[in-house]
């Protein structure tokens, strides 16, 4: 079972979003939706494993396409925590992005801990 969670890019054509907080593994299904008649951008789902003193190190996990004509793609990972992004790295043009986490359930007797900051 998956959870919905908010946006991490909500209609956004540049910038870093916001970050999803995964403290225990799970599995995550990003959701990426073009709206409009997109011509041109990427999204690359990016993840943080640990945080130094130093900052963050983000890796690169995937660049996907912007769906065009209000299209829908998915990329989906393996059990994984720390911090995730949706990153657009290729300005939308002539429409927007919108990026959605779907997160499967921790076990029951345990609080879930996932949040978007």
């Known amino acids: 079972m998956m959870r919905v969670l908010k946006a991490l890019q909500d209609r956004a054509t540049t910038g870093a979003g916001k970050s999803l907080v995964l403290p225990e ?6 959701l990426i939706r073009g709206e409009g008649r997109v ?40 059990e994984a925590s720390g911090l995730f992004r949706a990153r657009i790295s ?20 345990r609080p879930d801990r996932t949040k978007i900051v």
């Open 25 to 30: 593994p799970r599995r995550v299904r990003f």
């Open 39 to 78: 011509s041109a951008g990427a999204v690359t789902i990016e993840c943080c494993p640990d945080s130094t003193k130093a900052g963050k190190f983000w890796m690169e996990l995937a660049t996907i396409a912007v769906p065009a004509d209000n299209g829908l793609t998915q990329y989906y990972t393996e």
């Open 90 to 109: 290729r300005p939308v043009s002539n429409g927007t992005v919108t990026v959605t986490p779907l997160v499967s359930r921790g076990p029951p007797d």
